[in-house]
């Protein structure tokens, strides 16, 4: 397995989990794509890959809309000439009880997730299948992709639809020789789990420590958070698994929350 002469593109990978998913494909031989709604942090993150000796580029992309989707997908094509690996990464996180979540909260939700990925697979799988090489499409989901967790809804719905998408990508793309996985992390320690913590204290009238031992940890088995590299390396094996034996699957990292 080799990522080298690979080119791999990851969705909102400006920071979090995205970033150190570009960075690992990168040490691996990939030439990355940053593609993130904030052109300056990816530039960032790309320049420092080149100064660590890698190669990298980045590209703006707003994921729910189908013209920057396209477009960013083209400027890859045209500058580095090919992608053979397609990370959907970018998401958000918005808490709060069904009676009190906002409609326009759930339409962001599912449209950042779902609609996001929905359009950069179409937009890959064409150069992806025209190029005959086939390719890699990894969605990034979450232990909500099989679970259900208190005052997460639209992200529960959003992630449980990345396993439908992955299994249908695969079921089509089989016979082209392109490949769909899901990784599905347990709680990371980044900004955006960070900020959950006091959100569900309150909404659960609980302390932030609560929250972190009885609520997002309690069911692993060792009372760890799943690590960003836990996570990147992950994507790297799926990245350059080179046969359609693994594919269609859904990959929990998660210290033993949910087990299949």
């Given amino acids: 397995m080799t990522l080298k002469d690979k080119v791999a593109l990851i969705t ?13 494909l990168a040490v691996d031989g990939a030439t ?15 320049e420092d890959i080149v100064a660590s000796g890698g190669k990298a580029i980045a590209v703006a992309m707003d994921v729910t809309s189908e013209e920057a989707v396209n477009e960013g997908v ?30 326009s909260d759930w339409k962001k939700m599912l449209a950042i997730h779902l609609d996001g990925a929905f359009l950069t697979t179409k937009a890959a799988i064409r ?15 979450s232990v909500h992709s099989h679970e259900a967790s208190q005052l997460k809804s639209a992200y529960v719905t959003a992630k449980h639809g990345l396993l ?10 089989g016979i082209r020789g392109v490949r769909a996985n899901v990784v ?26 609560e929250v972190v031992k009885n609520v997002m940890l309690k069911d692993t088995v060792d009372g760890g958070f799943t690590s960003l590299a836990d996570v990147a390396n992950t994507v790297a094996f799926l990245a350059g698994f080179e046969s359609s034996a693994l594919t269609g699957q859904s990959i ?9």
């Fill in 12 to 24: 909102g990978a400006a920071s979090g989990i995205g970033e150190h998913c570009a960075r690992k």
């Fill in 32 to 46: 990355v794509v940053i593609a993130d709604l904030n052109l300056v942090n990816a530039q960032r993150v790309a």
């Fill in 74 to 103: 083209a400027e890859t094509i045209s500058r580095v000439g090919g992608l053979d690996v397609l990370v959907s990464n970018a998401g958000i996180q918005i808490v709060n009880r069904i009676e009190d979540y906002a409609f």
């Fill in 127 to 141: 150069h992806m299948y025209a190029s005959n090489k086939g390719g890699s499409l990894i969605y990034m989901g």
């Fill in 164 to 173: 439908g998408l992955a299994r249908v990508v695969a079921k089509e793309g």
């Fill in 184 to 209: 599905c992390p347990g709680f990371v320690r980044t900004p955006l789990v960070d900020k959950q913590i006091p959100e569900q204290a309150e909404a659960l009238g609980i302390s932030p420590q």
């Fill in 252 to 260: 929990v990292v998660s210290h033993g929350w949910y087990m299949q």
